[in-house]
């Protein structure tokens, strides 16, 4: 896995600046005034600190960008990183100014002289989430990454173990999205779930044996065409009393040619993210591990991967459901909701949950609504979904709510059996919605988190370098934390 970059938090003292063998940072708001640690680096550059916040390019810097002095006269450092913030700052600009400070600071050790600066949480998660990079599968050495050092007027005040815990499942969601389809096999998957259970979790791998006893048709159509076995695995962490757990369940596809109805070639090589549900469910696992968080939640992943051959699921065959619905499968590219159908109804049967959250990058409709800035939700419940949304907004997650009705249903109604398995393009993340909601319980609050758009992108985002995002896990860990914990 991604190592987070080593990071401590001591008390302030002003003398370490000048023999400091690295990068110094100081924070200077848009008034231009210096707090106590840039005074001292101002002194002891001979006034460069000054010169530079009082020049037009500071003037226009953003909240959070910052001015790079290399070599300044009068320290050890080699370089004096100046950044625009302000004492009291929103929270984004905060974590744009720790992600500044990740792509500013290069191999050298990091001596960030933070004082009272407010929001020195958010500035710390935003410099370790856009330290990541991803290196698994390039020969040559990763670059050094320097420690960082955190110097506070109450250091006591920073809880760097809470940070730390959140990031590590925002890491290892991108490492399993990023991961090529030839690494991330369903069986590679599996096993890297049951490794979390040193940190406490309980992990159980259903193998296709047990599967078929269950009576998970859908799911065991989606892989049956292909050489790796499918595999459904339930992570359990029990943190709580005797109250029913909060249930997370993610779609784990990892990789969808779209099977008989195959892709284009052209981006079919993207569809190893198409396991990102389950990446960000299994994020989310960790993260309540690694905090030991009072809650109940279970999280289960179904594993498959979506490949043509002699023995795959066609266009027009008829399975059935582990509830007993059957469902007319009319484009074997829309799998991730035959996936999704037998887990969600699994956790339901087993687990009686107290609410429960699916996650999948489901349809490319939800590309085409909402583009690569929202995830969309679908709810049967407003308060589950209004909660949602508060917790993603919370932690800058975007999130927006689509309508689910009564009428999309006749969309997705089969002549010859149940169901089928999509409307066709007219509202095609909607339909998918409403085909999923035919497998939960009227009573039960869930939500649906269309993840297609969000999961993965090409270019670098506020927090992450192109390529896996970790969407979601931070939006879900807050939701389990401000409304399900002890």
Known sequence: MTALIEMTVVDTDLGAATDWDGVIVVFVGADQKLDA??????????????????S???????????????????????????????????????????AT???EKGPHPLLVMAGNLGGMDDVALGLILRDYAYSDHKTAAPKARGPATLMMSKPDTLDLQGLRAVAEGVFFTRDLINAPANDLTTTSFADRLAELQTLGLKVEVLEEAKLEKLGMGALLCVGQGSASPSKVVVMQWNGGGDEAPFALVGKGVVFDTGGISIKPAGGMEDMT????????????MKTLAMRKAKANVVGLVGIVENMPSDRAVRPGDVVTSMKGDTIEV???????????ADVLWYAQD????AAMINLATLTGAMIIALGHENAGVFSNSDELSVAF???AGAEGEGAWRLPMAPAYDKLINSRI????????????????????GRFVADELPWAHLDIAGVASVKGATALAPAGATGWGVMALNRLILDNYEA
Not at 70 to 91: C, M, S, T
Not at 273 to 284: F, K, N
Not at 350 to 353: A, H, L, Q, V
């Open 350 to 353: 087993r687990f009686k949950p």
């Open 389 to 391: 949304l508060k917790s």
């Open 56 to 98: 037009d390019a500071f003037d226009a810097l953003p909240d959070g960008g910052a001015l790079r002095l290399a070599y300044p006269a009068g320290v050890a450092a080699n370089a004096v990183i100046i950044v625009k913030l302000d004492r009291k700052p929103e929270q984004a600009s905060a974590r744009k100014a720790g």
């Open 330 to 340: 009319i484009n074997t590219d829309a799998e991730g909701r035959l996936v999704l």
């Open 273 to 284: 993210m198409d396991m990102g549900g389950a990446g960000v469910v299994s994020g989310v």
């Open 417 to 436: 059996a149940d169901m089928k398995n999509t409307g066709g393009r007219p509202a095609g993340s909607i339909t998918a919605a409403q085909f999923l």
């Open 37 to 54: 640690c840039a005074c001292k680096v101002n002194t002891l550059t001979r006034k460069a600190v000054d010169r530079a916040v009082q």
């Open 101 to 103: 400070l990740a792509l």
